[in-house]
């Protein structure tokens, strides 16, 4: 299969940069996040590799989030078989003993959100075209309680609810002060913003790190990991509703007809 995802190694630094190059926009499909899974778990079996800085080949666009046309016209076969790809890129993701951070190089809406804040460490292009969030609420869907813990763990209850509720997108600048990014950089200095955080993070031995990583995040990995089962019967479910179907096929006519 063609690839998705490309991985460069730096080995005398044991730090990886994996871009993201599956154009138009960089969404989650099925084959784009099995490779996803696969790219890190290698890495994460790697003992030369300490470190991930997560990035876009795709000029303007981070990620456009899970691909909707996987939550389109399927089979319930199907939606449940898309939705363990997606349950498995965060569990990999958010329980990585590898320092990870995200170099936000473009939009980053919904699932493209998630990744980024599933990371230790968010530095974003200070482009005033940009902009990062949880939008679901504006396609007349749900973000699942896993994304919502993992912004509440970022940005704190209160903005949560307010992202959530009102699906915001906030431009760079916002994202900054909310939280939801660490660090804003001119756009070309974003790669190498990124690297310098990674040798300040991987100065601090692996194993202290991972242990404290491992405290924080524990109780949030285990709520999925307990519920993973019903949390992917309730995506079929609410995804082949009749008004859930109606909703995403207006939003893709949406996307096409903002065009030209
Ligand atoms: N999935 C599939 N196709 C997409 C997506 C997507 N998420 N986003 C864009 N595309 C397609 C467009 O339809 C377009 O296709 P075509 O060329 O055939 O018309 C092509 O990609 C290029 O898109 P644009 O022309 O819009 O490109 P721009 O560079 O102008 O804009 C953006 C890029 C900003 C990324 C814009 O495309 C955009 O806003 N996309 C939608 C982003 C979005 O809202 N994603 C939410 C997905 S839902 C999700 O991630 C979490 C859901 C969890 C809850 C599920 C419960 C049911």
Not at 93 to 106: F, Q, R
Not at 129 to 136: A, C, Q, R, V, W
Request: glycine share 6%; aromatic share 8%.
């Amino acid at each position: 299969s063609t690839r998705n995802i490309l991985v460069e190694l730096e080995e005398g630094a044991g730090v990886a940069v994996m871009k993201m190059k599956s154009p138009p926009v960089n969404s989650l499909s099925l084959d784009f996040l099995t490779e996803f899974s696969i790219s890190l778990e290698k890495l994460e079996n790697d003992r030369g590799c300490r470190g991930v800085i997560l990035t876009s080949a795709v000029p303007k666009i981070f990620s456009a989030g899970l691909d909707i046309k996987e939550m389109c016209g399927k089979s319930a076969e199907h939606y449940a078989e898309f939705w363990r790809a997606v349950q498995e890129m965060w569990l990999k993701l958010y329980k990585s003993n590898m320092v990870t951070i995200a170099a936000i190089n473009g939009n980053c809406p919904a699932g493209g959100c998630l990744m980024a804040v599933s990371c230790d460490y968010r530095i974003m292009a200070e482009n005033p075209k940009y902009s990062i969030g949880l939008n679901e609420t504006q396609l007349g869907i749900v973000a699942p309680f896993w994304f919502k813990d993992t912004m509440v763990n970022t940005i704190g209850h209160r903005a949560t609810e307010r992202s959530l509720q009102l699906g915001l997108l906030y431009s760079a600048s916002d994202a900054l002060k909310i939280g939801i990014v660490d660090e804003l950089v001119p756009e070309e200095k974003v790669l190498n913003a990124a690297a310098a955080t990674m040798s300040q993070w991987l100065a601090i031995p692996d194993y202290a790190r991972q242990i404290s990583k491992s405290m924080m995040r524990k109780p949030t990995l285990d709520r999925l990991l307990t519920h993973r089962e019903s949390d992917i019967q309730n995506f079929v479910s609410f995804v082949t509703k009749d008004s859930i179907q109606k909703s995403l096929q207006m939003y893709m006519e949406s996307l096409k007809q903002r065009k030209g």
